[in-house]
């Protein structure tokens, strides 16, 4: 009976601790719940936060947008009186602007059988030197001329004069920002492709109208990763709408002023 009684009392002591350990583990959990509880509320702001951060950040990409192009529009207006010549042969790589100018009113005359002297503001060269080949195999070093005119009508009848400039080596544009030739780039497959359809094409700024219909090319990025199963739906697509690129790879900057000069006196 005693040793009943001992191992009774050991039991007892046991059950105690056991109680008391269970006691220990229902306070760390009710804290942990506690915690957990709090960890979840504070998860529900932040992330409440992080939308409203992300909304700001929209509105603010948004406004960026929006000011650039109202940059590019204040660009292209202070552009609208310019023409771009490509082609012409340098005397010099350091060709003085009276000199330019000289060439330029020279090659107007004899070039594209202008024969009404219009004046300009001035000219000058600009961009990259490159150096190209004449019909005789002799080589000449040339750079853009750019020439401002003193209104939109004395460049409008230069520009259109252009006409006389096909099938030789010279061209003649207008003047874009750089943000706007590379829109005007994705447009170009396609605008000569309505072309060959004997659609009626017009490309004003960046934008591409093709019988009256505004049409808008895949992103060059988005093109070159698209499946062929895509690629081909996409040119159901523009087939449909009147002009569709025969391949997608890029053109060269001469086969762009080639076509803009063909395109000029349309």
């Not at 202070?78 to 100018?101: A, H, K, Y």
């Not at 060269?125 to 080589?139: A, I, P």
């Not at 697509?237 to 391949?247: C, L, M, V, W």
Request: glycine share 4%.
């Amino acid at each position: 009976m005693q040793t009943f009684s001992s191992n009774v009392g050991k039991i007892t002591d046991r059950v105690g601790d056991i109680e008391k350990s269970l006691d220990f583990i229902n306070s760390q959990f009710e804290g942990n719940r506690s915690d957990l509880s709090e960890m979840k509320s504070e998860v529900t702001a932040i992330r409440s936060e992080n939308n409203k951060v992300a909304e700001n950040m929209q509105k603010v990409q948004n406004n960026l947008d929006e000011l650039q192009e109202k940059h590019l529009d204040l660009q292209i207006r202070s552009m609208r009186e310019n023409l771009v010549f490509t082609g012409i042969p340098m005397t010099t790589e350091n060709e003085e602007s009276d000199t330019t100018e000289g060439i330029l009113k020279l090659f107007m005359k004899e070039d594209m059988k202008m024969e009404t002297e219009i004046d300009f503001h001035r000219a000058h060269r600009f961009g990259q030197l490159n150096e190209r080949k004449n019909r005789d195999g002799t080589t000449f070093k040339t750079k853009p001329i750019v020439c401002r005119f003193k209104s939109f009508k004395d460049r409008e009848i230069v520009r259109k004069s252009a006409t006389n400039l096909k099938g030789t080596t010279f061209g003649v544009s207008e003047q874009f920002p750089k943000e706007i030739n590379e829109r005007r780039k994705l447009l170009w497959p396609y605008y000569k492709e309505a072309r060959k359809q004997n659609k009626k094409a017009l490309i004003k700024r960046d934008r591409l109208f093709i019988d009256g219909k505004e049409i808008k090319p895949l992103p060059s990025d988005i093109a070159e990763n698209t499946t062929r199963r895509e690629e081909n739906t996409t040119r159901r697509e523009f087939q449909s709408q009147g002009a569709r690129p025969k391949t997608r790879r890029r053109n060269r900057r001469d086969d762009i002023t080639s076509d803009e000069t063909a395109s000029n006196g349309r």
